[in-house]
């Protein structure tokens, strides 16, 4: 139980540590692709150090929301990354405590919060990122949905561990339509619910146009930090979800060695940097899309979700 206990800790660090690498080489491969010179790999870093050292600026207009939603943006991920493989493929300390259910309304509270807070301080920006945001969660949690309820059709459960053991890691299982398919379908919300291209422009910085950024304009100092690194590690945490539950087991410790365990972190970060690549090619190969056909492009994960789920049932 404590071995588990220290690795559960473990997977929180490595996630806390690596998230900003992972902004911070996507953005640097996308200025190589369009032949910029960009920012070094390690720029998120040092914007969480310089904002974490400057004075906080706080609205005499705001409310406790407005001062307690950096925090719940910031524990929220970390929370999520108890209950799901980060490291290992065998169940750790608080594996049972949730299934992939509840770790989406938990990354979606976090959100919720967000919005409030950007709502909170009157400024007419805040509130029109917080309305785009929620027509775009309003699309996406039906999919989450409908994933969740298909892999718990074909593996008998939701809890993460279990899914990967069940319908992952037989090889056979990869390439089953509605394998293929759901992996399709998440893949689009990992752009949607990260603020991606083509459903935002997370470099983008024109009021009228963004959406999550919009949100978190008033936000400063280490508020801001806590905001810009809870962003960031919750696109780690659904890159994890993806890559480790849903696509294969590669590079988990399967033994609770903890020099396997050290092992899976070079491994893991490698099947990221894969996963990179491919992000990077589809955002550089895509154009942001106007507000009104962010519904159809979302519309498309959730027909597809769906037909995962009624091949999943022709196939039981």
């Known amino acids: 139980m404590i071995v588990h206990l220290v690795y559960n800790l473990l997977q929180v660090a490595v996630v806390m ?18 032949s910029k010179r960009g920012a070094s790999i390690i720029q998120p870093y040092r914007d969480i150090w310089k904002l974490f050292h400057k004075n906080e600026v706080i ?5 406790w929301i407005f001062r307690f ?7 929220v991920p970390l929370f999520v990354t108890l209950l799901i493989p980060v490291l290992t493929s065998y169940p750790l300390f608080f594996a049972f405590m949730g299934d992939m259910l509840g770790g989406g309304f938990v990354l979606a509270l976090g959100g919720f919060f967000f919005t409030l807070a950007a709502v909170d301080t009157a400024n007419p920006y805040g509130a ?3 309305s ?16 969740f309820f298909t892999v718990s059709f074909v593996a008998g459960s939701t809890i993460p561990y279990i899914v990967q053991q069940a319908w992952v890691q037989p090889l056979s299982n990869f390439f089953e339509p509605a394998h293929v398919l759901v992996m399709l379908a998440f893949f689009i919300l990992i752009l949607a619910e990260g603020g991606r291209i083509p459903v935002d422009n997370p470099s983008g910085h024109f009021e009228l146009a963004m959406i999550d950024e919009s949100k978190g304009l008033e936000f400063s100092g280490p508020a801001a930090a806590l905001m810009k690194w809870g962003g960031e590690m919750k ?13 294969t087991p590669w590079g988990l410790a399967a033994s609770t060695t903890f020099s396997n365990v050290l092992l899976a972190i070079p491994l893991v970060l490698l099947k990221i940097l894969i996963f990179v690549l491919v992000l990077v ?13 962010i519904s159809e492009f979302l519309g498309v994960a959730f027909i597809t979700s769906v ?7 022709f196939a039981g």
């Open 128 to 130: 029109m990122g917080a």
């Open 307 to 313: 037909a995962a789920m009624i091949m999943s049932l």
């Open 281 to 293: 090619a589809v955002e550089s190969s895509l154009a942001k899309l106007r507000l009104f056909r």
């Open 132 to 147: 785009r945001t929620r027509l775009v969660g309003f699309l996406a949690e039906p999919v989450f949905m409908i994933v």
């Open 69 to 75: 939603t950096p925090y719940v943006v910031f524990i």
């Open 17 to 34: 540590a690596f998230a900003p690498l992972l902004a911070g080489v996507t953005n640097r491969l996308k200025e190589i692709v369009q």
């Open 59 to 63: 609205s005499d207009q705001s409310s």
């Open 235 to 247: 696109l780690f945490v659904l890159i994890c979800i993806f890559l480790n539950v849903l696509v």
